[in-house]
Nanobody, 116 residues
Framework: QVQVVESGGGLAQPGGSLRLSCTAS????????MGWYRQAPGKERVLVAN???????NYADSVKGRFAISADFAQKRVSLQLNNLKSEDTATYFC??????????WGQGIQVTVSS
């Protein structure tokens, strides 16, 4: 059984910062990549950032230069630092991981709200 648990998030003002963390546990072998998606109300879930086990990173254009992803693959942890937040960053953020090349596991999602 695989569990993926997110923490952090909450309410921030425009221009503020938040940090999201995610820890996975269970029968996870050959962890390939971890990352974050987000879904705003009425919109599709979209990739925010991901990181491979060689620590290569990939970011959505909308967050480049503002968000930073980091991971500890041995501990099965991934974090996302959100800086210079904008109202359009408001969404539910989902942590995910890919292991054994084809298997995926997702967290329940955590809310990020950017508002003054």
């Amino acid at each position: 059984q695989v569990q993926v648990v997110e923490s952090g998030g909450g309410l921030a003002q425009p221009g503020g910062s938040l940090r999201l963390s995610c820890t996975a546990s269970g029968s996870i072998f050959n962890l390939n990549s971890m990352g974050w998606y987000r879904q705003a109300p009425g919109k599709e879930r979209v990739l925010v950032a991901n990181i491979g086990n060689g620590h290569s990173t990939n970011y959505a254009d909308s967050v480049k230069g503002r968000f930073a992803i980091s991971a500890d693959f041995a501990q099965k942890r991934v974090s996302l630092q959100l800086n210079n937040l904008k109202s359009e960053d408001t969404a539910t953020y989902f942590c995910y991981l890919i292991y054994l090349n084809i298997r995926s596991a997702w967290g329940q999602g955590i809310q990020v709200t950017v508002s003054s």
